[in-house]
């Protein structure tokens, strides 16, 4: 007997996406093109920022906003490093009442204590929101750069912000904080200026990318460029790269913080399985990369992530990139002598959920310092659940550690 003929499957999803699009086209405009105002300029013009790929800025512009009271001698500012996404706007102040993005971390008698310190943070050049970055206007074509914009890196976002330190008259940080991409930063002022930073704390980051990082990176940047709204980056003014960036989500929460969140629960039991989202993980993603992609740009996560993959803090890395020549060293001495100028007290944090920059290359950072000759290097491993995103989340273990370090025989 002839078998009935199997019904062709539904795909709701797809019909949701096409509707989704269609209101895209329409609107709303996406977050990066209408900021809330709150922070402070600093534009940089003259000398060009000469980037250590090869390209240049003739003019940039970094937004930052500030915490606290500089003191007279202004020996007392922090830099506070963001991550990949973040904004300047760490915490909530007269000008900006919504709370940032390390509200508790900041204030009288918290861990960056205000009745003690100055905060400074940036919006990273090659950002979105305020400072320099793919899709700001190119001063001397009247167009957004796109992927016009010059590659940079991780040192490139370092010394934009020096020059802003410079334009305040800060000669010397009490101290460099970062988490993530942040701590990267924080890694790259101490190495670049070790005599212009007091202290050191770098989170949940790494002293070089590794091939496990880059790779999840890599499928992040594919699946956006592979987005036909993407468009070789030039979609400003149309549709967002929407769908491509829903990957870009995954990697900063945990599976341990997912089980306890979602476990295997789907959104309605009572209906027949389908190719689209049926388990509320499934759900919670696709929500998360819709409202992405209209909070971030795409092609800012695209500069910016690449820059993350091209750090490496080894001493011929470096070299190579200020020689414009190739060398074959690649060992942990070579990494070793990288790191040998950073002899201020630092603090390393890792957490052992993390899958974005897994613990053992914090680990690895400890002990490099510790091998370069830096005799004041603290480490700590947090048992927390939830993955890289445990700096934005625990403030009480995370804070603890950050505010010892800080005032910890403060003079």
């Known amino acids: ?36 105002t709150g922070y402070e300029l600093f534009r940089h013009q003259g000398d060009p920022l000469r980037m250590d790929h090869g390209g240049q800025l003739a003019e940039f ?92 890196t991780i040192f490139d976002i370092v010394r934009a912000q020096f020059c802003l330190l410079d334009h305040l008259g800060i000669g010397r940080l009490h101290a460099s904080v970062g988490a993530s991409m942040g701590g990267m930063q924080s890694l790259a002022a101490a190495a670049l200026f070790p005599e212009r930073v007091g202290r050191l704390i770098t989170i949940s980051a790494c002293a070089r990318s590794h091939p496990y990082s880059i790779a999840l990176r890599h499928t992040q940047r594919q699946v956006l460029m592979s987005d036909p709204n993407w468009n070789k980056g030039h979609y400003y003014g149309g549709i967002p790269p929407h769908i491509g960036m829903k990957i870009a989500t995954i990697t900063y929460r945990s599976g341990p913080e997912w089980e306890r969140r979602f476990g295997r629960k789907r959104s309605d039991d009572t209906i027949e399985p389908t190719m689209c989202p049926d388990f509320l993980i499934e759900t919670y993603l696709d929500h998360q990369g819709e409202r992405f992609c209209l909070q971030y740009d795409a092609n800012s996560l695209l500069y910016l992530s690449k820059a993350m993959d091209m750090f490496d803090l080894s001493a011929s890395a470096q070299q190579r990139v200020n020689d414009k020549r190739h060398s074959s060293v690649d060992d942990l001495a070579d990494l070793i002598r990288g790191m040998a100028p950073i002899q201020m007290p630092t603090l390393v944090l890792g957490v052992q959920s993390d899958l974005l920059f897994p613990h053992w290359q914090q680990r690895e950072i400890a002990q490099c310092l510790r091998k370069a000759g830096n005799r004041m290097v603290t480490h700590y491993e947090l048992d927390a659940i939830y993955g890289h995103d445990t700096f934005l989340i625990d403030v009480v273990t995370v804070g603890a550690a950050v505010k010892g370090h800080l005032e910890n025989q403060l003079a």
């Open 61 to 152: 512009q970094l937004a930052y906003e500030t915490w606290g009271r500089l003191a007279a001698d202004k020996s007392n500012a922090i830099l506070l490093h963001t991550g990949l996404s973040a904004s300047s706007h760490a915490r909530s102040h007269a000008k900006n009442a919504a709370a940032g993005w390390w509200e508790k971390f900041i204030g009288p008698g918290r861990p960056l204590d205000t009745d003690k310190f100055f905060i400074i943070c940036t919006n990273m050049l090659g950002g979105c929101y305020g400072s320099t970055g793919p899709s700001s206007i190119n001063p001397v074509t009247g167009e957004r750069y796109a992927t016009r914009f010059p590659m940079l």
């Open 1 to 36: 007997m002839a078998s009935a003929e199997q019904q062709q499957l539904e795909f709701p999803c797809v019909d949701l996406l096409a509707e989704r699009q269609r209101a895209l086209d329409g609107g709303p405009e996406p977050a990066y093109d209408r900021v809330v």
